[in-house]
């Protein structure tokens, strides 16, 4: 219909759209990129979320014997890259909206891990649950376990790097690898 | 003078005003598919306005505080001489008093707006003024048909004389022109020019806040209901005497508060399905209602050729 | 001199104006000529050629090369081609010359160079500051490779800014940068006589953020899509695909079909939004408040598919280098199917009882007119030339994504009124949601994303899309590392804006809002790069020096 009796139609026919939100609110989809939430259990504090976060919400600072991973919600631009990138699972999107707060500290999330020393160097390289998560994956009908591990998983990457490199050198000294 | 009533006429004029513009809202609302907000909300405004800092700016001076109760005042004064739940006035003065005030109301506005040199409320000051240049006649001879049909300036004496059962059919037509005029006059889309929103910023208020704004804008509602109360006398010409009679002594505040009502639905009506008009558009408008309105007036004379006395 | 037959011919024909001649990729070439030679070939280009202006990239590349890098980049809509010409500005030199008298849209390019890289165009007629804040101190070049991106340089604490000055007695009235019908803020000055507008002024510059700057300075490729979403708040996924065209473009990666086709579906979308919005804001700009309220009712279903569809309203985030993160499974596709025909039902029932109003049509008919030369002259893209008889989109010129598949119509009207934008996006919205009920009817099967191995360093790559607003073009020079070395950003605003003036003389007060409006002007995408918070504008009120010392508190 047409001209304003076309209006008034509209009108009628489709009845009211709005609703007293917050009383009512509105149904969500599944699938909404709401604020992201640790799970502390299953984080190993690896990372990997700090990486890949585009707007630098999570940050990470290792201090002394302890690493330190926060999330502040006012930078979280909810796109979803720390969930992904995560190998544990540990962070992930739940689809809770309404952030607002009067402090700051509201909008924190902190989460403290142990790090671990390196047993060749003394410095502290990795988070206690890494190495834990590290050795879940181990077969142990490996020969040379302890061996193994003690070259690979329980000492930092210098120290690996050097440790190889003085193995390289002998090898090619007694001929078993050239040039 | 009824001091009593005087006082009664004035309380209910601020009280009721607020509650009618918030009636609007809320049936421009509904025809806008939302729920729209609570009746009160226009109170609720207005109280918070009256709470919040008053900012005068720098170039207005001592003129900035006074102009906006002018406004205020000299709107309220419009009830002193129109009748509300009664039907006489507290105070004699009929259509003339009542017409000048309502064109000093609207000139108060445009000095508003140029109190402070901001150019957009110079702008709307002007458009202000000639909105209401155009549309007055209009509102005058409307009314001059209700004071030739009754025979007297008064608003009493109107009502008495147009009580004894003639109906006069050319009424309606002059019935509507007022009603369009009232919308003018409201400053009301599509007549919304002198405080376009999104062209001006709003247009003559532009500079005031605080209490001096919640002045203004309270006196801009009670000017509204003011016209509205005078389109009673319209309403009511076309109720059969017997009907007025009863009604009168039977419920004597229905009529007065289904007239508000019906007023605000046809205001509602016009600013939810139309457009913002441009000054010229008013003018055409407003020449065409002078018109049709003149015409009305022509018959009236016609059939009452003993005057206005 | 006729336009040759294929762009073989056309590099021909430029070629002698030439030092070098490169193919960069497919229909893209790059001519490198002299500094003095710009403003001869640019005119034979555009003028003679009927090439579309695109957009102008100065970078520094004093690191390299001990110089400053021009790109004007050149396109012929006809032939699908892309054409950049390349000048070398030796750093001792710090000047170019200006090539506004022949082309009249590169004034505000030229100005932008000139503010944020410091080089000189000579024989710019009006050569004021465009997006640098009126206090900026001299010499501070934020563009330049040795300004980092977090620096804040002091204020000279003047305010002044040149705007023009008319002899004749006229009022001046200023609209914005705080104004109730502006959603973003631009400051415009207009001279007025009565209510007649007789000449009017632009100052921009209020939305500058940095976006370009701090692409250079800390993310790479897989986060640059993030912070380009975010560039508009209406079209923002348009930024963030053409940025990732441009990548893909340079890594020679063909990305799977199905991930095309979903790309395609969420452009239209965005479409379908921007043009539900805009229609809503004319009609409140008018004064129409319940065209306002209900053309965004209808639109409220489309936010609600988008946030169906990819988790979020608005910044879908969907959009990687190689895909999409998402995929859109079988109830989606239908719940989306059945949201569109619903929309689709209440959009035409409103469109027309809205579209037949006469106080609301007669508003926008006759004002804000542009000539069909007048567009054609100054590059304007989107509805606004659709509005004026230039048959130009993207879509269609330079295909992408799944558009080769799919069959719509561009609606051209010819008037080049405000009524004839309005009526070019109605149309356009129907449209949309054809191509969005096709695509989804005939989507293919497969994986939705594609990995890219490796992405060379110091290439070229040039991204175009339909945005709602025009053509939208970014220019990225890649770099180490996963990095880019240049980033820009042109919105279709950019073109557009620059004939608000044009449109504006001659009409009165009252329709200046609508007319500004009907460009559809989307200040944040115009505006793209600054780290420092400015304001200013508007001289009645408050010292700006007195909000600059808050800031810096």
């Known amino acids: 219909m047409k001209g304003v009796l076309g209006l008034f139609e509209v009108a009628i026919r489709r009845g009211r759209i709005t609703f007293k939100y917050p009383k009512k609110k509105s149904p969500l989809p599944e699938g909404?990129?709401?604020?992201?939430?640790?799970?502390?259990?299953?984080?190993?504090?690896?990372?990997?979320?700090?990486?890949?976060?585009?707007?630098?919400?999570?940050?990470?600072?290792?201090?002394?014997?302890?690493r330190v991973i926060s999330l502040f919600y006012g930078r979280c631009t909810f796109c979803g890259r720390c969930e992904e990138s995560c190998p544990t699972g540990a962070i992930t999107l739940t689809d809770i909206f309404e952030l607002a707060s009067f402090t700051r500290k509201d909008l924190e999330t902190v989460a403290e891990y142990r790090l671990a020393k390196c047993r060749s160097c003394g410095n502290y390289y990795t988070t206690d649950k890494c190495l834990e998560d590290v050795l879940s994956a181990y077969n142990e009908a490996i020969t040379d376990y302890d061996d193994v591990l003690k070259n690979t998983v329980f000492v930092c990457t210098e120290c690996k790097r050097r440790a190889w490199s003085e193995k390289l050198a002998e090898m090619r000294k007694e001929g078993v690898v050239h040039e | 003078m009824n001091l009593a009533l005087l006082v009664l006429n004035l309380v209910l004029a601020v009280l009721l005003a607020p509650i009618l513009d918030g009636l609007r809202r809320k049936l421009t609302a509904r025809l806008q598919n939302r729920v729209g907000p609570p009746i009160l909300q226009t109170w609720y405004d207005l109280l918070k306005l009256f709470r919040k800092e008053t900012l005068l700016p720098e170039t207005g001076g001592f003129l900035a505080m006074i102009v906006p109760v002018t406004t205020f005042t000299v709107s309220l004064s419009m009830f002193a001489v129109v009748p509300t739940i009664t039907v006489e006035p507290p105070m004699e003065g009929g259509i003339i008093v009542f017409i000048h005030l309502a064109v000093l109301s609207?000139?108060?506005?445009?000095?508003?707006?140029?109190?402070?040199?901001?150019?957009?409320?110079?702008?709307?000051?002007?458009?202000?003024?000639?909105?209401a240049t155009i549309v007055e006649p209009s509102i005058i001879v409307s009314l001059t048909n209700l004071a030739v049909l009754g025979r007297s300036m008064f608003f009493e004496e109107i009502t008495e004389n147009i009580q004894t059962g003639d109906l006069y059919p050319w009424l309606a037509v002059a019935m509507i022109v007022y009603f369009v005029c009232i919308i003018a006059e409201g400053g009301r889309i599509p007549f919304d020019i002198p405080e376009a929103e999104s062209e001006l910023t709003g247009g003559p208020m532009v500079e005031f806040s605080g209490k001096l704004l919640a002045f203004m804008k309270l006196g801009e509602l009670v000017r509204a209901i003011a016209l509205y109360s005078v389109a009673r006398f319209f309403v009511n010409a076309f109720i059969p005497s017997y009907v007025i009679g009863d009604w009168l002594s039977f419920a004597p505040l229905l009529p007065y508060f289904l007239t508000m009502v019906i007023c605000t639905l046809v205001v509602s009506l016009a600013e939810s399905m139309n457009a913002r008009f441009r000054l010229f558009e008013a003018t055409k408008l407003s020449g065409y209602l002078l018109v049709v309105s003149s015409v009305t007036l022509i018959l009236s004379l016609l059939t009452n050729s003993g005057g206005l006395m | 001199m006729?336009?040759?037959?294929?762009?073989?011919?056309?590099?021909?024909?430029?070629?002698?104006?030439?030092?070098?001649?490169?193919?960069?990729?497919?229909k893209m070439w790059m001519l490198e000529v002299k500094k003095e030679d710009l403003p001869h070939a640019l005119d034979h280009a555009y003028n003679n050629l009927n090439g579309q202006f695109m957009t102008m990239v100065g970078t520094d590349d004093r690191s390299e090369a001990n110089d400053f890098l021009l790109d004007y980049i050149l396109g012929w809509h006809e032939k699908g081609a892309v054409v950049i010409f390349r000048a070398r500005v030796r750093t001792e030199d710090g000047s170019f010359p200006s090539i506004t008298s022949h082309v009249a849209c590169a004034d505000w390019y030229e100005r932008e160079v000139k503010d944020f890289l410091g080089l000189n165009p000579v024989g710019h007629h009006r050569p004021t500051k465009l997006f640098l804040p009126d206090d900026w101190p001299e010499g501070s070049y934020p563009l330049r490779r040795d300004y980092t991106y977090d620096l804040r340089p002091p204020s000279t604490g003047k305010e002044d800014y040149p705007f023009s000055v008319l002899d004749k007695k006229v009022s001046v009235i200023p609209y914005g940068p705080?104004?109730?019908?502006?959603?973003?803020?631009?400051?415009?000055?207009?001279?007025?006589?009565?209510?007649?507008?007789?000449?009017?002024?632009?100052?921009?510059?209020?939305?500058?953020?940095?976006?370009?700057?701090?692409?250079?300075?800390?993310?790479?490729?897989?986060?640059?899509?993030?912070?380009?979403?975010?560039i508009c708040g209406i079209c923002g996924f348009t930024h963030s695909e053409c940025f990732v065209q441009a990548i893909e473009g340079v890594a020679e990666v063909d990305i799977p079909e199905r991930a095309k086709w979903i790309r395609t579906i969420l452009l239209e979308i965005e479409r379908v939004h921007s043009h539900l919005l805009w229609l809503g804001v004319a009609s409140h700009l008018v004064g129409f408040d319940s065209g306002f309220m209900q053309f965004w009712r209808v639109r409220e279903k489309i936010m609600l598919l988008a946030e169906m569809l990819t988790g979020n309203r608005k910044t879908y985030g969907m959009i990687t280098?190689?895909?999409?993160?998402?995929?859109?499974?079988?109830?989606?596709?239908k719940e989306s199917l059945r949201l569109i025909s619903e929309v689709t039902r209440e959009y035409k029932e409103l469109i027309e009882s809205v579209t037949s109003l006469q106080t609301f049509v007669g508003r926008l008919k006759g004002v804000g007119l542009l000539s069909k030369e007048d567009a054609r002259r100054y590059s304007v893209v989107g509805p606004v030339a659709r509005g004026s008889g230039v048959s130009a989109d993207v879509r269609r010129d330079y295909p992408y994504e799944a558009y080769s598949h799919l069959d719509f119509d561009i609606p051209v009207a010819s008037e080049g009124d405000v009524l004839a934008r309005t009526i070019v996006r109605a149309h356009e919205v129907l449209e949309a949601l054809s191509i969005i009920e096709q695509a989804l009817s005939s989507i293919p099967n497969g994986p939705v994303q594609s990995y890219l191995n490796y992405i060379p360093a110091e290439k070229i790559g040039v991204g175009l899309v339909e945005a709602p607003r025009g053509t939208d073009v970014h220019f990225v020079i890649t770099g180490k590392d996963n990095t880019v070395y240049r980033w820009r950003v042109r919105a279709p605003t950019y073109a557009n804006l620059q004939v608000a003036r044009i449109m504006l003389i001659g009409h009165t007060l009252a329709d200046a809002p609508v007319i500004i409006g009907s460009i559809d002007p989307c200040i944040s995408c115009m505006e793209r790069a600054t780290v420092i918070d400015v304001n200013s504008g508007n001289e009645r009120t408050f010292s700006r020096k007195a909000c600059w010392q808050g800031e810096m508190k």
């Open chain 3, 178 to 230: 705080y104004h109730f019908a502006m959603d973003e803020p631009m400051h415009f000055r207009f001279f007025v006589d009565g209510e007649r507008i007789v000449d009017t002024d632009f100052r921009g510059g209020f939305n500058y953020r940095g976006v370009e700057k701090l692409a250079e300075a800390k993310l790479d490729y897989a986060k640059i899509p993030f912070i380009a979403e975010r």
């Open chain 1, 32 to 66: 909404l990129r709401g604020k992201p939430e640790f799970d502390f259990e299953a984080c190993i504090g690896c990372g990997g979320c700090v990486n890949a976060c585009p707007s630098n919400a999570l940050t990470l600072t290792d201090k002394e014997d302890v």
């Open chain 3, 321 to 333: 280098l190689g895909g999409v993160r998402r995929d859109i499974s079988e109830d989606k596709r």
């Open chain 2, 106 to 131: 609207a000139f108060l506005l445009a000095i508003a707006g140029s109190v402070s040199g901001n150019p957009y409320g110079i702008v709307g000051g002007s458009r202000e003024v000639i909105l």
């Open chain 3, 2 to 26: 006729a336009l040759p037959d294929s762009v073989e011919q056309l590099i021909e024909v430029l070629k002698g104006k030439a030092l070098k001649c490169t193919r960069i990729r497919e």
